[in-house]
């Protein structure tokens, strides 16, 4: 079945450091990616998504491209600030499937500190 | 911006115990999904439903079963509380389909802590 791999967390940076969370998968069809965050006490929400090969997907500075060569969508941010400490979730939605269920990774703990 | 409200924040019940926890959302979304959460495991799909009173199995639902009468609320059971059920459980809704830049976008509400003693 589909499934969704992350980077191993915690991980924890400086202020201002660049930051690259990796996000391989394997679908049999073809998926739309995304990545989720959630914020301390919070839910889930939408941070990007990328619905075809090449797409990049932006929002908040965060990009990811969606590489079906190498079926990766890693996260990265040039300048990360102490508001992006969070927990950040990979995940796909492959309609090939019919059942449009999102499968998720297992999600990364990204630490900034001052 | 759509709206996901779940009922309660924290709940403790004791082994045994019929739980319930309520969602409701208000976009008039036909996909509702129920998780859980633990801490190196992700999110794991308990149930979800296309459409009123339409249900499914995800990936974990021993143990658990949903109720969906109207389109707005969708809710989980655990019909005998035990301790390896305890967690994080989020609800989530999503209007289906690839057009336009809300679709196929899950909303999560902001989650029930249930601790089973």
């Known amino acids: 079945g589909d499934s969704v791999t992350q980077m191993e967390g915690p991980v924890t940076l400086s202020e201002e450091a660049c930051l690259t969370i990796?996000?391989?998968?394997?679908?049999?069809?073809?998926?739309?990616l995304f990545w989720y965050v959630q914020y301390p006490g919070e839910g889930l929400q939408l941070l990007l998504k990328?619905?075809?090969?090449?797409d990049k997907g932006s929002n908040k500075g965060f990009e990811a491209t969606y590489r079906k060569e190498t079926t990766s969508f890693h996260l990265e941010k040039g300048s990360v600030q102490v508001s992006d400490s969070a927990v950040y979730f990979c995940a796909l939605s492959d309609l090939g499937q019919g059942a449009q269920k999102l499968v998720f990774g297992q999600g990364t703990r990204l630490t900034i500190n001052p | 911006d759509v709206k996901v409200t779940q009922s309660s924040r924290y709940l403790v019940k004791r082994t045994g115990e019929k739980v319930f926890l309520e969602c409701v959302q208000d976009?008039?979304?036909?996909?509702m999904f129920w998780y859980r959460q633990d801490p190196g495991l992700g999110l794991r799909l308990i149930y979800f439903s296309y459409d009123v009173k339409m249900k499914e199995k995800g990936d974990i639902p021993e143990g658990y079963s949903v109720s969906r009468e109207k389109k707005e609320r969708f809710s989980l059971i655990l019909e005998s509380a035990s301790t390896n059920q305890t967690s994080m459980y989020l609800c989530?809704?999503?209007?289906?389909?690839?057009?336009?830049?809300?679709?196929?976008?899950?909303?999560f509400g902001a989650g029930s802590r249930l601790t089973v003693l």
């Open positions: 990796n996000c391989t998968y394997t679908a049999t069809g073809y998926p739309s």
């Open positions: 990328a619905t075809k090969a090449d």
């Open positions: 989530a809704s999503r209007r289906p389909g690839t057009g336009g830049s809300g679709a196929n976008v899950l909303t």
């Open positions: 976009m008039d979304h036909e996909n």
